[in-house]
């Protein structure tokens, strides 16, 4: 069993009150969130001081979690100006409580909620895509000196996985969207596997999507929330999966996508190697998530949040389709490079 096939938690609202209550003394009233594959809730107590809780999975590992946690103390530590979630401690001192529903044990954990708007609340052309990667840079600056054994995983959302995709193949049928995912796998063990050595690997974030980066109102990005799929992979695939995430529905996708490269760049300097792997890196993103959500949609058919892009990165998989992607990653060199 893993995360992607477990159901999530279905705890109600009355007993995430109760938990509340009874092991952090704080009398809250609870809404539902949407979440992949945990259960998450918006708190506001009393005094209108506002909580995130998440219930786990249960088939999460402790390490992971554990992970998490050590992670965001570590960039709060070493870049104030990155604001990330904080702990409320348990009535006993503990980051996480371990709770019993329906003879399951589940991991749950409370951050007090950061201020600010999620940028898919907002439209992305009053956004600096440019300062969002420069963002992205500067955690994985704040990141650099992190290490943890738990990140050394097999992890479907980490591209360099391309075994999740393979695995999963006939769940997009034996017509055109099967060659489509197939199409950027070969692009990608031509272009990509042959030069994997000359790219650097450290634990990163690894989902800078529009769902968990908080911006202000001037535009530019404060905050990024979701530390649950961190992994040691590329460091070029941090850029790569938030410019997955920013070509969505973008008649221009390679000014979205120069734009958070270049202020990834300018922060995180990439090599030559790096910068020229990052367009085949993100058609890999956007083909997981298209292979994930055919596999999960089957598995959980009521829950929307699986397929939340899954009809944006089809269009854009057909958009680069018809693209040279070492054209396109000759242009992006260029471009962060003029």
Same mark, same amino acid.
């Given at each position: 069993m893993s995360v992607f096939n477990t159901p999530a938690p279905n705890l109600s609202k009355k007993e995430i009150q109760l938990i509340v209550q009874g092991n952090y003394k704080l009398s809250?009233?609870?809404?539902?969130l949407t979440g992949e594959r945990d259960q998450n809730f918006f708190l506001i107590d009393t005094s209108g001081n506002e909580y995130i809780l998440k219930v786990f999975n249960s088939a999460?590992?402790?390490?992971?979690?554990?992970?998490?946690?050590?992670?965001?103390?570590?960039?709060?530590?070493?870049?104030s100006s990155i604001q990330v979630s904080s702990h409320v401690k348990t009535m006993d001192g503990s980051d996480i409580l371990e709770y019993i529903h329906d003879n399951t044990a589940h991991m749950i954990r409370v951050v007090n909620n950061i201020p600010g708007?999620?940028? &898919? /609340?907002?439209?992305?052309?009053?956004?600096?895509?440019?300062?969002?990667?420069?963002?992205?840079?500067?955690?994985?600056?704040?990141?650099?000196?992190?290490?943890?054994?738990?990140? &050394?995983?097999?992890?479907?959302?980490? *591209?360099?996985?391309?075994?999740?995709?393979?695995?999963?193949?006939?769940?997009?049928? /034996?017509?055109h969207k099967k060659s489509l995912v197939d199409h950027f796998l070969n692009q990608y063990k031509q272009n990509i596997l042959p030069n994997e050595t000359q790219?650097? &690997?450290?634990?990163?974030?690894?989902?800078?999507?529009?769902?968990?980066?908080?911006?202000?109102?001037?535009?530019?990005?404060?905050? *990024? $929330?979701?530390?649950?799929?961190?992994?040691?992979?590329? $460091?070029?695939?941090?850029?790569?999966?938030? *410019?997955?995430?920013?070509?969505?529905?973008?008649? /221009?996708?390679f000014d979205a996508a120069a734009q958070v490269l270049d202020g990834y760049h300018q922060v995180f300097p990439l090599s030559r190697d790096e910068l020229m792997a990052v367009i085949y890196l993100v058609?890999?993103?956007?083909? *997981?998530?298209?292979?994930?959500?055919?596999?999960? &949609?089957?598995?959980?058919?009521?829950? /929307?949040?699986?397929?939340?892009?899954?009809?944006?990165?089809?269009e854009f998989l057909t958009y680069m389709h018809k693209a040279d992607l070492n054209d396109w990653a000759e242009k992006l060199l260029q471009y962060v490079n003029s």
């Open positions: 809250v009233d609870a809404l539902n999460e590992e402790v390490a992971v979690v554990e992970m998490q946690s050590q992670a965001m103390l570590h960039v709060a530590q070493l870049d708007r999620f940028l &898919k /609340d907002i439209d992305h052309s009053a956004v600096s895509l440019s300062a969002l990667g420069a963002f992205m840079g500067k955690l994985d600056h704040a990141l650099s000196g992190f290490h943890h054994p738990a990140a &050394k995983r097999e992890f479907p959302w980490d *591209i360099r996985c391309i075994g999740f995709i393979e695995t999963h193949l006939s769940e997009l049928g /034996d017509g790219l650097r &690997k450290a634990v990163i974030h690894n989902d800078g999507n529009d769902h968990n980066v908080l911006v202000n109102e001037s535009g530019n990005t404060t905050a *990024i $929330i979701d530390f649950g799929d961190m992994v040691h992979t590329f $460091i070029a695939c941090e850029p790569a999966v938030c *410019i997955a995430y920013m070509v969505l529905d973008k008649k /221009d996708p058609c890999i993103r956007s083909c *997981i998530t298209v292979t994930m959500a055919a596999y999960r &949609k089957k598995l959980f058919p009521d829950n /929307d949040y699986i397929s939340v892009s899954d009809r944006q990165a089809w």
